[in-house]
């Protein structure tokens, strides 16, 4: 479903060329969990963004179903990410003057769909996360836990094919996270869905089917997780 082929990845500091990404070639399946874990500045949140349409490699592919995400113009991945990834970060981005539903509803809303249906689905999304009773209320009157939910059901709201998660317990206390984990470990769907996770917590990766380990902007392991 998602592939890199031997993907690099170079940025320009100044004068320095840093390679974040070098040589990585990793796919996907639908109906994976897949976790990737390194040390701070491994390129484990480049890769993510290689994966998942927020940048294109400096030499190799990335490919969603098929498609080179290099063939795309900007505004055909824009699109992609809009309508068939779904994104969960660290901070919860949620607009402040949105309740709960209207946060989930606005990919919807952005695609041009009818206010009352983007609601009704956005409600639906609050539900699946068990969070219907939090619709109205804003997220300055929520939890960290409660956001980083609203977050998630934003991320289903257009029912996509792949969910990436960047460190979406960073912010989150114990119970909240292992809440969030649970949840996520739920999302992936044979045939429909992926879900792919970056994290430094070896418990949070323990959740996942897969653990891809990333050094130095190589891949170091590719293993399935012991339950």
Do not use: W
């Not at 004068?15 to 990793?26: E, F, M, P, Q």
């Not at 606005?106 to 409600?123: E, F, V």
């Not at 934003?154 to 990436?164: C, F, I, Q, S």
């Not at 429909?192 to 050094?215: E, Q, W």
């Amino acid at each position: 479903m998602i592939e890199l082929l031997d993907a690099v990845k170079t940025y320009t500091q100044g004068r320095r060329t840093v390679s974040a990404v070098r040589g990585v070639t990793l796919r996907v399946a639908t109906g994976e969990f897949v976790t990737i874990m390194g040390p701070s500045g491994s390129g484990k949140s480049t890769l993510m963004h290689l994966m998942g349409a927020l940048d294109t490699p400096s030499g190799g592919r990335a490919v969603f179903h098929g498609q080179d995400l290099q063939t795309m113009s900007d505004r055909q991945r824009s699109l992609l990410r809009r309508d068939r990834i779904g994104f969960v970060f660290q901070a919860f981005n949620l607009l402040p003057t949105l309740t709960g539903a209207e946060n989930v509803a606005l990919p919807l809303l952005l695609a041009g769909t009818n206010r009352r249906q983007a609601l009704h689905r956005a409600s639906e999304c609050l539900e699946r996360v068990l969070l219907g009773h939090r619709a109205d209320h804003f997220p300055d009157e929520m939890s960290g836990g409660e956001m980083q939910r609203v977050a998630v059901a934003r991320a289903l709201v257009a029912d996509p094919e792949a969910v990436l998660c960047d460190e979406p317990t960073g912010n989150l206390d114990t119970a909240a996270s292992r809440e969030i984990l649970s949840l996520l470990s739920k999302l992936p769907e044979p045939g429909k869905r992926a879900v792919i996770m970056v994290t430094h917590d070896p418990n949070g990766a323990s959740y996942g089917t897969r653990l891809v380990r990333i050094r130095d902007g190589l891949l170091e392991s590719d293993e399935p997780v012991r339950k």
